[in-house]
């Protein structure tokens, strides 16, 4: 079975299945980027991404690979380790924030195996959705998307409003 991802006015992207182009629902799009391929694989294996309202579109083994792919495809979500070779996640999340325009920046959740406090200040300071401790349990990373979508939901019906208010000015 394939699926396409066909762009709505604002964030997010409306799922459709290629035989039917029957539309599922609004699903926003997601970048992982894990340099440990089982983790990786574990991760990708035992979400039900859709379910929660999310694609999985791209994954990344590094720091530099994900920046990459980040301001060439635009995810809605980064799911990044915090330790990766070529950059790290904290500096990652940084050179997106400085460089890509507001309104395609995405929201990033951080998966580290460190308990360092100072891991969480840092993620804390730049803003991001959540910070997971691996191993990650399955149930968390699935409360933590659910968390996710609300606010981008938030985001897109925002963009939505300003749009129209932009449009049509009173």
Known sequence: IRHTLARTGGRGYYLRHDASFQEI????????????????RAIIATIHWEAHGFALTDTAKDGG?????????????????????????????????????????????VLTAHSDFNYARQAVKLDVADFLLKPLDEEELAA???????????????????AISGAHPA
């Open 25 to 40: 629902g609004l699903v926003y799009r997601v970048l992982l980027a894990e340099d440990e391929e089982l983790v990786r």
């Open 65 to 109: 690979e994900a920046l990459s792919l980040i301001f060439r495809t635009k995810p809605d979500l980064v799911v990044t380790d915090i330790r990766m070779p070529v950059l790290d996640g904290i500096s990652l999340i940084r050179m997106v924030r400085e460089e890509m325009d507001e309104e395609d920046l995405p929201v990033f959740i």
């Open 144 to 162: 933590s998307l659910d968390k996710t979508k609300a606010r981008l939901d938030r985001k897109t019906r925002s963009g939505i409003l300003e």
